[in-house]
């Protein structure tokens, strides 16, 4: 077991998990445990994403070595199977002394309640997006392995006592509800940002060039497309205008293809590390993430990054409901706009883009409306009295 201790010292512990400690896409967990103020949180998960987020400052367990023994892969195996609770996993994780199990992201919630039951804690699960709005008939048709029975073990989860659920945003609570689990179990509280990282900075909007910045994975439900055909159509009113896009996934080539035929000036520059991103917020004249609802019923929560441009005084375009109807004041700090409709989204961006004294409005309301409602220190603070109420529960 690998262990790394910080100094912090704090009365209550929660054990925070998710299955890999931690892809890029949950820079977020780590923020959110580090802004811990009441309670001290132990990230524990299976395996370590060794080119993932940094997790120093961090205490972490990881529960699986990296050369298992036969014993330890027969155990992980039946894990995957049965959804058991090996004694392997939880008698490590008692002499944390914990009060509390968080889990982050449905699946992760359901495979690791076992550990939690075992060791006594009340759960709580994140749901953060796909892992609620994806429709339960496509886990039967489409999931491997045991995530066929996703749905039906989710449910069964919030039959426990001892379970509760958190969406980030009340479009996911929504889509919970939806989902078969029971309203009143299901407390919606935002993640938020840390907005003395993230703070206005560089050339004022109005003064920057036309560049408009995506941030997202490079998947279907994340709208990129929509984007870049909308960035065509200010290509004869605005010809220096250019996307950044930072991101990767399974779309990337044809989206690149579909930029290069459209003749858009956009600049693919991968994954990148939260320094870099915020580097490039302070470049850019608008930000947006134009998602979408997939095939499969996918769709965003309330994404991070949406509240991280528009803390960076950044003008943002988002059409989720989520984003758009929760994530950002329509008209005061960026625009809302409906979901694949590449004319509206053009329409707009040439606005923000063409207009210097809008975006430089846009960009003074933005900070405040997200330091009052979405500062991640205001945010844990709320969520650390949610785990309070669950231990008097």
């Known amino acids: 077991m690998i262990q790394q201790t910080s100094e912090v010292e704090t009365n209550k512990e929660v054990l925070v998990f998710s299955h890999e ?7 977020f967990v780590r923020e959110q445990v580090l802004s ?6 132990t990230l ?7 080119a993932g987020v940094p997790l120093e400052g961090l205490d972490f367990r990881i529960l699986q070595r990296d050369k298992p023994s036969l014993l330890e892969r027969v155990v992980d195996k039946a894990r995957r199977v049965t959804f058991g609770a090996p004694h392997l996993y939880a008698q490590g994780l008692r002499k944390e002394r914990a009060a509390l199990f968080h889990a982050h992201f449905g699946p992760a919630g359901t495979q690791s309640w076992p550990i939690a039951k075992e060791l006594g804690l009340p759960m709580l699960v994140t749901l953060h997006g796909f892992d609620i709005t994806v429709r339960p008939e496509w ?7 045991n995530m066929r029975t996703y749905p039906e073990r989710l449910r069964e989860l919030a039959r426990e006592k001892n379970v509760h659920f958190i969406a980030v945003s009340e479009g996911i609570r929504r889509s919970a509800v939806e989902f078969g689990l029971p309203a009143d179990k299901i407390s919606v509280r935002y993640i938020g ?36 055909r909308a960035m065509a159509k200010l290509r004869r009113d605005i010809p220096a205008a250019e996307l950044i896009v930072i991101g990767d996934g399974d779309r990337r080539q044809a989206l690149e293809a579909l930029a290069e035929s459209l003749n858009v000036n956009a600049n693919f520059l991968g994954a990148c590390a939260h320094d870099e991103v915020r580097a490039q917020m302070y470049l850019a004249r608008a930000f947006c993430l134009p998602s979408i609802i997939a095939d499969n019923g996918d769709e965003e929560g309330l994404p ?18 989520s984003a758009g109807s929760e994530g950002l004041v329509d008209g005061v700090t960026g625009f809302a706009f409906a979901e694949r409709d590449v004319d509206d989204l053009a329409e707009k961006l040439f606005r923000i ?8 409005s846009f960009s003074r309301a933005a900070p405040i409306f ?19 109420e669950r231990l008097s529960a």
């Open 139 to 145: 886990w039967q048709t489409h999931g491997t392995g």
């Open 353 to 360: 883009l063409r207009d210097d004294a809008l975006a430089d």
């Open 304 to 321: 991070i990054v949406v509240l991280e441009a528009q803390a960076c005084g950044v003008p943002t375009l988002a059409s989720s409901r």
């Open 21 to 27: 400690l931690l892809p890029l896409s949950q820079t």
């Open 44 to 50: 524990i998960g299976y395996s370590r994403d060794k």
């Open 370 to 388: 997200i330091a009052r409602n979405f500062d991640i220190l205001l945010c844990t603070q709320r969520l650390e009295q949610l785990y309070d």
């Open 36 to 41: 811990y103020q009441r309670w001290h949180g």
């Open 193 to 228: 940002v840390d907005c003395r990282a993230f703070a206005p900075s560089g050339l004022p909007v109005g003064a920057r060039r036309p560049r408009v910045l995506y941030v997202g994975r490079l998947v279907e439900k994340k709208g990129l497309e929509f984007l870049i």
